[in-house]
């Protein structure tokens, strides 16, 4: 995000009521969508993500009314692609990518690594903004895995779905009665997350006082695959019965804590049964429209 972005959040933040001008006016900020297909990691994926947070901290330091910032982090700035799984263990909200800023930068880096890096760095940024700063607010981050679910905001066709949604839909695509069901997507991670119990996550990340510096890892209990998400649609919807499913096994080398946040932000999770169905029927509604 650029640095001209900032007089917007020096307006919003001067409002007698920050928060609700801060989201109108971040849902005015133009964006560009997210690729992998990049060329430079630093300048386009990493500082745009340091500086998109760098806007927001200045913005709400330099007032009286922001007590607290809940910031969307990620899972990629939790995850370590290489720790060793002969033996199982649960990433919490303890861990972070060991990722370096010169091996996320270097052209050699591929731009999946190079995005968990803009997560960590991102993040990393506004805890030592807060700790070095002592602005007037706290701090909370969410490190969430996959996120799918139901749209609340205008979409109008399948193809402007954000990306984990479109891949499950590229599945109900798949997953058909004449459907070749033999390429499904592989999970780079079999962790998730309801986009609507995220939310939830979120608003009571603001709204209680005794988690103010904390950090979590927001995941749902069930693991996921795609070739689960097929079976489910072809157990779900009469279009989908009859094809033949791919086999996928679900990773469950390892673990990832979503029991803290639950119990400390009072979520319930949904099961990825309810996620994958709700979702899919949406869509079908608007390429049926």
């Known amino acids: 995000m650029p640095s001209s972005t900032w007089p917007a959040y020096d307006t919003a933040l001067s409002h007698p009521f920050p928060f609700l001008s801060l989201f109108t006016s971040l849902t005015n900020v133009p964006r560009k969508p997210f690729t992998y297909n990049t060329t430079n990691n630093e300048k386009e994926l990493i500082l745009p993500a340091i500086a998109g947070v760098?806007?927001?901290?200045?913005?709400?330091?330099?007032?009286?009314?922001?007590?607290?910032i809940v910031l969307t982090s990620s899972f990629a700035a939790v995850f370590d692609a290489d720790r060793?799984?002969?033996?199982?263990?649960?990433?919490?909200s303890a861990d972070w990518n060991p990722l370096t800023y010169a091996e996320a930068a270097h052209p050699s880096t591929s731009a999946v690594v190079a995005y968990r890096g803009s997560k960590k760095f991102a993040e990393r940024f506004?805890?030592?903004?807060v700790e070095e700063r002592r602005p007037?607010?706290?701090?909370?981050?969410?490190?969430?895995?996959?996120?799918f679910g139901p749209v609340v905001?205008?979409?109008?066709?399948?193809?402007?779905?954000?990306?984990?949604?479109?891949?499950?839909?590229?599945?109900?695509?798949?997953?058909?009665?004449n459907g070749d069901n033999s390429s499904l997507p592989v999970a780079r991670?079999?962790?998730?997350?309801?986009?609507?119990?995220?939310?939830?996550?979120?608003?009571?990340?603001?709204?209680?006082?005794e988690v103010g510096g904390r950090r979590y890892t927001v995941a749902?209990?069930?693991?996921?695959?795609?070739?689960?998400?097929?079976?489910?649609?072809?157990?779900?919807?009469?279009w989908a019965r009859g094809s033949d499913l791919e086999e996928q096994v679900?990773?469950?080398?390892?673990?990832?804590?979503?029991?803290?946040?639950?119990?400390?932000?009072?979520?319930?999770?949904?099961?990825?049964?309810?996620?994958v169905v709700e979702l899919v029927a949406q869509v079908r509604g608007m390429e049926t429209a």
């Not at 679900?250 to 996620?275: C, I, N």
Request: hydrophobic content about 40%; proline content about 5%; charged content about 25%.
């Open 54 to 68: 760098r806007s927001i901290l200045r913005a709400a330091a330099a007032t009286s009314t922001v007590k607290r």
């Open 84 to 92: 060793d799984r002969s033996s199982y263990f649960t990433y919490t």
């Open 126 to 129: 506004a805890w030592d903004f």
């Open 136 to 147: 007037g607010f706290d701090l909370v981050t969410l490190c969430p895995p996959m996120t």
């Open 153 to 177: 905001h205008p979409v109008a066709r399948a193809e402007d779905l954000n990306d984990s949604n479109a891949m499950l839909w590229s599945v109900a695509k798949s997953v058909s009665s």
């Open 189 to 209: 991670v079999p962790f998730w997350v309801d986009v609507r119990d995220l939310a939830r996550a979120h608003v009571q990340a603001l709204l209680r006082p």
């Open 220 to 238: 749902a209990p069930e693991r996921f695959s795609y070739g689960l998400a097929a079976k489910i649609m072809a157990e779900e919807f009469e």
């Open 250 to 275: 679900v990773d469950e080398s390892y673990g990832l804590d979503g029991e803290t946040a639950a119990k400390e932000l009072g979520v319930t999770y949904r099961s990825f049964r309810e996620t």
